[in-house]
């Protein structure tokens, strides 16, 4: 969470960073801040709120050669003007912003700081104060920086500006996202590529534990014990146009419209002409050899994870276990000889993912990451990696991701005993059936203002893995319309949770599977019987009348990745008529990188 912005080098500081620090606010919206180093002094303006409330406050003549910036999603301290960053030290020389969390702060408070007075409740205030004092011991920044870096513990991505150096910004890096831009004439520093893509697609990447040196002409990487580093910049794939919302009003809508064109981008990344898969042999070789699959993510990945076991176990044989990665590294399951573990993550910094995966490389198990970022944290702590090809994702819910992460796992589930599926085909046909429900968008609208208008509980039920999309239909729904919502097993309401349904309560009834559509039928005439108002989303070829939504049969297995599609749309109208904020939904982020 929180992103943050640097530059350095060439008047237009003031807009790269508030620029900058827009396209980040995926990452925290709370509050923020910038600094601007004049030449003589560093001037700081906060507020709480969005970069737009910021930027009302910053003076348009403001600009400087050096800045810094910062867009929060709170951890210690209420969202506030004083919480925000950058924070400053007693006398103003060091200015700061940081991304993370420092585990040890009140005992830093304790030990080093006794004497300060601190004006916020950061964790961030804690490394400022306690830099300046090695400064001041040592006389020297990197020393400084060296001594700093054995006393913190956590995760902080620092972006720090020094009054007595206007020519140098300072960045460090431990367990929180970091990439050095390189420019001409200037450099840049960001959590995130997309921040500084219009200046440069050219980065360096930095390790936890380093820490660099950024001049208007040069940067110097330097380990954790103060050593060189020599490190080559590598060059983003991405296109600054993949930020623009095009003619959609939010980024969300937008990302829902893609899902045929990435299932597309995958099918031709993932397999041949000739329908060969083209996923390396060495993780097939050691997906074949597993014994045993653990799938670790967390949220929308988590859903998709489950519909993956179902990929495995089908179409691999392979036994596989879906864990929640926050639960799973502090109450690990027996774990047999043998396992192999797969990460799903669309940003690949989620911190409890993350944590999951050094538990049990620490334990000597090799794990592949599926994500949507290249070069990403579990990416780069991974043996394996398999791309999504989704596209920045920017909206907070997660639409394409889900779908594209779903893609993955039925091409790779399917490559590790080439289970005699004609997935080209039948993942053209997912394609065009999710076109066909991209143009049914007048109808969600309807049906949100029937449904979700008004009051505050909803369900989505669904049986086999209607029930893993009915879970990531709920996730949506309450995430950005904020009504609460379960996803349930329909065979399980009558256990209890059926004391729930009143006069009115919606639920909808997902069905995909023959096998099953008689009794969620039956589950949904029951609610119907206590006063529920029930709709239904189901494929054409089990359709009676009556039904709410029909959608284009896919192949049995890949239901899910158009079953969700429209779930999707009603979470989005819902939001609408609501009047939320679609793709920065309250209390959210986009990359959740605090366990
Ligand atoms: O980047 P990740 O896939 O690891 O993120 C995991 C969850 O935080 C994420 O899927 C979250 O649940 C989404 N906002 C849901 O739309």
């Known amino acids: ?72 999603w709170a951890t210690h301290g209420r969202p506030s003007k004083r919480n925000s960053h950058p924070h400053q030290d007693s006398t103003g020389r060091l200015t700061i912003v940081h991304n993370g969390v420092i585990e040890n702060e009140k005992q830093i408070r304790h030990e080093y700081l006794s004497d300060i007075t601190f004006v916020s409740d950061t964790d961030t205030e804690v490394i400022v104060h306690l830099l300046s004092k090695l400064l001041a011991k040592s006389g020297n920044m990197s020393a400084a920086l060296i001594e700093l870096q054995t006393i913190l513990h956590g995760s902080y991505a620092l972006a720090i500006i020094d009054r007595e150096q206007p020519e140098v910004l300072y960045a460090v890096k431990n367990k929180s996202p970091l990439l050095i831009g390189k420019g001409e004439g200037a450099n840049y520093l960001g959590s995130d590529a997309l921040a500084m893509i219009e200046q440069t697609k050219h980065f360096y990447e930095l390790n936890d534990g380093e820490f660099a040196l950024l001049t208007k002409q040069s940067v110097q990487i330097f380990s954790k014990t103060g050593s060189l ?60 050899q597993a014994k045993r699959l653990f799938i670790l993510a967390a949220g929308t990945s988590y859903h998709a994870g489950l519909v993956g076991k179902q990929y495995f176990e089908t179409m691999a044989q392979i036994p596989t276990e879906v864990h929640i990665a926050s639960e799973f590294v502090y109450n690990m399951p027996f ?89 080209k085909l039948e993942l053209a046909r997912v394609a065009t059936a999710m076109e066909h429900i991209c143009e049914m968008s007048e109808q969600f609208e309807m049906l949100a203002q029937n449904y979700f208008a008004h009051g505050q509980h909803a369900f989505y039920i669904g049986r086999h893995v209607d029930y893993f999309v009915a879970l990531e239909a709920a996730l949506k729904l309450k995430e950005i319309s904020y009504i609460h919502t379960e996803g349930f097993a ?101 990359s959740v990188t605090v366990e």
């Open 1 to 72: 969470m929180c992103g943050i912005v640097g530059m350095i080098g060439q008047l237009g500081t003031k807009d790269m960073v508030l620029k900058g620090l827009e396209t980040l606010e995926y990452r925290g919206y709370d509050s923020a801040g910038i600094a601007l180093h004049t030449g003589e002094e560093v001037v700081v303006y906060r507020e709480k709120g969005r970069i737009a409330d910021l930027k009302q406050h910053v003076p348009t003549q403001a600009d400087a050669t050096l800045g810094i910036g910062h867009t929060r």
């Open 229 to 288: 580093v020599d490190r080559e910049t590598y060059e983003a794939q991405i296109d600054a146009n993949d930020l623009a919302k095009g003619p959609f009003k939010h980024y969300m809508m937008k990302e829902m419209h893609e899902q045929p064109a990435v299932i597309r981008r995958i099918t031709k990344a993932y397999l041949t002409d000739e329908n060969e898969t083209r996923i390396e042999d060495a993780i097939l070789t050691a997906l074949r």
């Open 335 to 423: 774990i047999p000889e043998g396992s192999f573990f797969i990460f799903i993550s669309q940003s690949g910094e989620t911190a409890d993912s993350r944590a999951a995966l050094v538990a049990i490389r620490e334990r000597g198990f090799e794990a592949l990451t599926i994500t949507n970022v290249p070069g990403s944290t579990l990416s780069r702590e991974a043996n394996y990696t398999l791309l999504l090809h989704a596209g920045p994702e920017i909206a907070v819910a997660s639409t394409k991701a889900y779908t594209a992460q779903l893609t993955v796992l039925a091409l790779t589930a399917a490559a590790i005993k080439q289970y005699a599926i004609d997935l």
């Open 490 to 590: 329909a065979g399980e309401l009558k256990h209890g949770t059926i004391a729930l349904i009143e006069e009115g309560t919606p639920v909808i009834g997902l069905i995909s599977q023959q096998a099953i559509a008689n009794h969620t039928r039956s589950n949904l005439q029951e609610v119907s019987a206590r006063g529920a108002h029930t709709a239904t989303v189901v494929f054409e070829s089990l359709a009676q009348s009556g039904d709410t939504i029909i959608i284009d049969d896919v192949h049995t297995l890949l239901a899910p990745l158009v079953m969700v599609v429209p779930v999707q749309f009603l979470a989005y109208y819902a939001a609408y008529i609501r009047d939320c904020d679609i793709d920065k939904p309250r209390n959210l982020a986009k």
